[in-house]
């Protein structure tokens, strides 16, 4: 009996491993395994068994029907796993065919510019603060400590509309309506960003239209050694950590004492290049002490308040920051131009 | 302004280089823009003594000349100057010499004759031809006669000096002039300023024999010296005048003319000298000028001239208009023996008024325009006599005839050494600031840290606490002030609501696949008109000076700028595009503007061309209404106002009339999209545009409701599919709104699915199909609830629309 068991084991073995596929399997498993297979057969006979040899004879069978089920099992997996992969075969496509576009506009360089110094100095604890594009003399000129006849506002260089009404040559006067609107209580802290007008032809250099970014702060006892920190903080951030800045006494009618601020160049970080024209050094931006005129026509009391204010152009800063040569490119929007600036 | 680095030294001890002078200066408040070498990398360039001078045997235009180089070596150099000739003394390129632009001099041969170098002009020693003397300007620069053959040219020329560009700020004008630039170097370099001598012997005579003046207004005109200077003799001034005149940017003319350009540069006083014999009288009368009255100006221009122009007469007629040009009737010229010296303080308006009218800037008029010193007026007449009695042989008579006040009193400014620091964030001791006072030569009183300082006449600009408090800190040094940061409490910062939002508008059109444009807000008349959505009369906004009719007018649209730069990219090959803009627009419903006008942010944009595209795909498609009407409605749900919106067909000037949307808040118009008109498209050279143009600014003032959470369904919704057959004309939006309201609380979502137009309709028929979805978020619904409501949806459409359902 025990022969015949072996010998059914190796047929059936024999016969799993020449199965093409399940179909073939299952028929291998009815008809070795299966109620009426020779397995079932043998143990039905067991009966005819001494009792020492039945209990051998039932444990070899069971042996055997195990190791029958372990090949199925064992082939059932391959022949599975063959299918799967010849699916699979027939599935693959051109990986390297390009993908599907994503729509997907960006800012205008100079929005990507204005929009790094916003948060910059909003994580500053600075707000936001804006007015009209079309200004009254007082407060583009005249709240500015700029009177009437005064030389830097020459009609000629101002688009007036009335003798009164004219597009702001500077955003300084949302600085006036600002501090006015404090009505002499400190502190203010703004930033105050938007598009200005001066009465230029546009070339390379000069727009009629172009943009500033001014800050005031306004507070008691605000020095011009906190101008520096917070320009230098500024510079750090917006061009590198390793900047140092330097400031040179300059003038503006606002201000007293008025500042310029240099930068280390980027580029060459002060060993002198094309971009600061061999001198170590970029010039980045107008500031000062707020005027005592402007404060007190604000309605500030400039024995107890003092402040400091700033203004850049953020073409100059983005021309510097990406190389653009001409401002004219800012206003063309040329679309070749405005893609470049996907990461900007 | 020019300042000869040579020059300057001769009124302060410089011990350092041209380059750290300037960074010196840079550092302590004036911009030295450029510092130029004179010398532009010559060498080899020595004097010569021309000993013959003969025809070139071949050429017409060429001399041969035997030139005396020094160390007893005669060249023989061949020279195309017609000014060359025997005896002249000249600067000769020897053979090795380097010429400006690295022009290297050879021995060569010249049709046949052999030639050692070269004799050089000022131009080609790199000299600007403007500025070259009038006799050397077409020919070789003859020196002095007892410039030594051999030794080096560029000193005779003083090219081996420097120049300093200052780029000076409106408050120092004092710096127009070599003492005030020494006086500035003198602070910063804590040396003293040597003023130059203007002692002079005088004759006999009185100026007063020769001349009266009279002023006939003290504030157009405060002072006006005359001094008369007789038997000069006219002829080229020394050379190292004429040097530093052209290092200055100043051509030399004569020596009394170019005297009064030397004081001009050194004093910073304009001067002017007449031709005392061809004044036409013995006195000079200082008025406004009669409207117009005539001059011929130095120029020989004849000028018109109107009465805010002041000017100088001989009692009749002008001579001069004052501060800006002489006249041509009484020009020092090379027959001039005698000299009326003008030294005046005009007031800076009348200046610009005349300068500005005739278009005449000078060297004076600028001057005047800025401000001189009234205190130097004297002293700089007496510095030019005494020049023009040491170089032209002058005689000065005794005296100055004058009118006016000579000088004015000066004033004194305090400061307070603690409110300094406290501005600066500084430690200055009262020490300190009084020796930064004494070196910038400002005499004070101080006691306990308050100063009173006596503010001299050339520094007009500091007239408060904060000016002098800058003055002791740029000389202190900007460097040397420590950095901190702000004491003030620390308040947040942040952007507003609406600036927040502006910002969520940008992103997501940029999102949505459109790219940020920036354009002008100028534009034409025509143009600013254009795509107006306001009902009520509005009046563009032109600026009184354009500086093109280009960009004249305020636009109250920014599509007419956003068309333009679709034509832009279109020009140069570039047809599908999708860009927007974010600005303001100006509207002024005023006849005459008295008050500012109101001012909107607008957002708009323009999209033509193929707007999706993945070719290999096979997908190319073009925009339409819809592509933007989609990009609009993401907007609204950005900013949870799709539920107030609604889009209405409409009519707007230059869009496609049966392609237009106006778009509503709470019913009233906040801007439009569609396409544009065929007509303009056409004009325009573009493909089908669309374009839409929304009012921020109403959008955003609007109060939006808090975003509530909701709860997620628990129980199973229903949907609900039914074809429609309705007229062709009615919009499709109708039938959503009538199905929304009869659907009542259990209809949550309608989907429109599917629009049918063809053959298969009855004539002027369409199907359209909507997918209803019922639920109910407390409960499973019933069959039967969701059947009347459903029949409650069909009977209303029927009863409406006489909609029926498709079979």
Known sequence: MKDRLEALKVEAIGQIKEAQDLKDLQAVKVAYLGKKGPITEVLKGMGKLSAEERPVIGAYANEVRDSIQQELDKKQSELENAAIAEKLSKETIDVSLPGRPVKKGNPHPLTAVVTEIEDLFLSMGFTIAEGPEVETDYYNFEALNLPKGHPARDMQDSFFITEDILLRTQTSPVQARTMEKHEGEGPVKIISPGKVYRRDNDDATHSHQFMQIEGLVVDQNVRLSDLKGVLETFAKKMFGEDRKIRLRPSFFPFTEPSVEMDISCFKCSGKGCSICKQTGWIEILGAGMVHPNVLEMAGFDSKKYTGFAFGMGPERIAMLKYGIDDIRHFYANDIRFLKQFKNA | MLISYNWLKEYVNVEISPSELADKITKSGIEVEMVESLNKGISGVVVGYVEECIQHPNADKLRVCKVDVGQGEVSQIVCGAPNVAQGQKVAVAVPGAVLPGNFKIKKAKLRGEESHGMICSLTELGVDTKLVPKEYATGIFVMPSDAEPGSDALEYLNLNDHVLELGLTPNRADCLNVIGVANEVAAILEQEVKLPNTSIKTSEEKAGEFISVQIESLEDNPYYGAMIIRDVKIGPSPLWMQNRLMASGIRPINNIVDITNY?????????????????????????????????????????????????????????????????????????????????????????????????????????????????????????????????????????????????????????????????????????????????????????????????????????????????????????????????????????????????NIRTYLEGAGLYQAVTYALTTPLKSTHFSFSKEKVYPISVAHPMSEERSTLRMSLLPQLLEVLQYNRNRSMEDLAIYEMGSVFINRQEVLTDLPEEYVFVSGAVTGVFNEHLWQGERKTVDFYVLKGILEGLMGELNLSERITYEAGEIENMHPGRTAIVKLDGISVGFVGQLHPALQKELDVKDTYVFELNATSLLEKETDQMVYQTLPRYPSITRDIALVVDQELPAGDLTTVIQAAGGELLKEVNLFDLYEGEKMEEGKKSLAFSLKYFDPERTLTDEEVVTAHNRVLKSLEERFGAQLRK
């Open chain 2, 263 to 503: 004081v001009l540069l050194e004093y910073g006083q304009p001067l002017h000298a007449f031709d005392y014999n061809r004044l036409g009288s013995k006195e000079i009368v200082i008025r406004r000028a009669t409207e117009g009255e005539h001059i011929q100006t130095l120029d020989d221009q004849d000028r018109k001239l109107k009465e805010t122009h002041l000017v100088i007469t001989n009692g009749k007629d002008p001579i001069a208009v004052a501060g800006v040009m002489g006249g041509a009737t009484s020009e020092v010229q090379s027959d001039t023996t005698n000299v009326l010296l003008e030294a005046a303080y005009f007031a800076s308006g009348r200046v610009r008024a005349a300068s500005k009218d005739l278009g005449l800037r000078s060297e004076a008029s600028s001057r005047y325009e800025k401000g001189i010193d009234r205190n130097r007026v004297y002293a700089a007449a007496m510095r030019a006599a005494s020049l023009m009695a040491e170089l032209a042989g002058g005689k000065v008579a005794e005296g100055i005839v004058e009118a006016g006040k000579r000088e004015v009193n000066t004033y004194s400014v305090k400061m307070d050494v603690s409110r300094m620091n406290n501005l600066l964030g500084t430690e200055i001791t009262s020490e300190q600031t009084g020796s930064i006072f004494k070196r910038l030569g400002f005499s004070y009183k101080e006691s306990d840290g308050q100063f009173e300082v006596n503010v001299p006449s050339r520094r007009p600009d500091i007239t408060i606490e904060a000016d002098l408090i800058e003055e002791v800190g740029r000389i202190y040094g900007y460097d040397r002030i420590p950095t901190t940061y702000l004491l003030s409490e620390a308040r947040p910062g942040g952007l507003t609501k609406n600036q927040a939002q502006r910002r």
